[in-house]
């Protein structure tokens, strides 16, 4: 019984994690997500950044040096998306197809590490999608609680 209350963290957390949203571009990470990460370790607040400016230069199609110019120059995902002649509903799409991938592959090591079964991945990867599809765009899920996409229409 003591193991599985070390389970339960770890899964409960990760599952938060998948949940997590959208939030506005406003915030004090100018865009990379680091607001939440304030008071973090040197090193995991670089590799969060660095992680973000990869995943954003990859949805917009642009290299990280880029997309890192980009941010420096004060500019949000939205902002260089119109200047790359990707409209609101194209950029919607791409995030939305990064965030479903992200969620299975993180349901799936859930499952094979034996902390959730299959069938309870996929019903948790159908009722994200669900509520995904409820959802405004850029309003986030969790209240405004995510990893750092950033994005209003």
Known sequence: MKNKKYLVLPAFALVAL???????????????????????????????????????????GISVDQMKTKWAEGKNVKEIALELGIDQNQLHEKMQ???????????????????????????????????????????GRMGGMGRGMHYNK
């Open 18 to 60: 998948l949940g997590a949203g959208v939030v506005s571009a406003k915030g004090m990470g100018g865009g990379m997500g680091l607001e939440f990460i304030k008071n973090s370790d040197p090193v995991v607040v670089a590799e969060h950044f660095n992680s973000n400016l990869l995943e954003k230069a990859n949805i917009l």
């Open 97 to 139: 197809l990064l965030r479903q991938e992200q969620m299975k592959n993180n349901l799936q090591n859930l499952v094979s590490q034996g902390i959730i079964t299959q069938a309870q991945a996929d019903s948790r990867l159908e009722f994200m999608k669900t509520k995904e599809s409820n959802n405004k765009f850029g309003e």
